[in-house]
T-cell receptor, first 115, second 112 residues
């Protein structure tokens, strides 16, 4: 089974709808991240969480919110989706104690289309 | 804040040839530089990384070099194979495993 899972894998929605993307991990990592990938722009950090009570904004947090329900779960919400939020979204995790170096482990991604 | 540029955006090489991808960063405080490979339909995966106290690191066919003075680092792949075809991202961070800033990516195609 995959260590970092994301649901749904694909989602098409309409402008103004509320959308939640979910991420779960079985790696036991404290740190979790949400990224957005757009062609030609690489991966940009939306939010990150270093533990259940620690949530931080990333480079492009406007229009997004997150919830860290447990160590293993980190959800990303779009309260009112707009077309320019159409992108590929990735969740990632890393180990606070750096037992595996500084590597971030990525999920398979969620392709979101906002019409 | 940190800004990472990456070149070229696309690269095609013949199987067996070498490939080089270059990145520059803006923040002289950056101290950790990973490279990630993204295969079609998958999330990025770390292939090699380098810390600021090291000038070069090798792992079989891949190597990374770092020039702190010029603020640039490069990925070198030798004896390329079709399975090396993917999108490669460089990244930089000033606080090791936190808050990576990624480059825009390079799509590498290895032609048989």
């Amino acid at each position: 089974d995959a260590d970092v899972t994301q649901t749904p894998r694909n989602r098409i929605t309409k402008t103004g709808k509320r959308i939640m993307l979910e991420c779960s991990q079985t790696k036991g990592h404290d740190r979790m991240y949400w990224y957005r990938q757009d062609p030609g722009l690489g991966l940009r950090l939306i939010y990150y969480s270093f533990d259940v009570k620690d949530i931080n904004k990333g480079e492009i947090s406007d229009g997004y919110s997150v919830s860290r329900q447990a160590q293993a779960k980190f959800s990303l919400s779009l309260e009112s989706a707009i077309p320019n939020q159409t992108a590929l979204y990735f969740c990632a995790t890393s180990d606070r104690d750096n037992r595996q170096g500084y590597e971030q482990f990525f999920g398979p991604g969620t392709r979101l289309t906002v019409l | 804040g940190e800004n990472v540029e990456q070149h070229p955006s696309t690269l095609s090489v013949q199987e067996g040839d070498s490939a080089v991808i270059k990145c520059t960063y803006s923040d002289s405080a950056s101290n950790y530089f990973p490279w990630y490979k993204q295969e079609l339909g998958k999330g990025p995966q770390l292939i090699i990384d380098i810390r600021s106290n090291v000038g070069e690191k090798k792992d079989q066919r891949i190597a990374v070099t770092l020039n702190k003075t010029a603020k640039h680092f490069s990925l070198h792949i030798t004896e390329t194979q079709p399975e090396d075809s993917a999108v490669y991202f460089c990244a930089a961070t000033y606080n090791y495993g936190q808050n990576f800033v990624f480059g825009p990516g390079t799509r590498l195609s290895v032609l048989p």
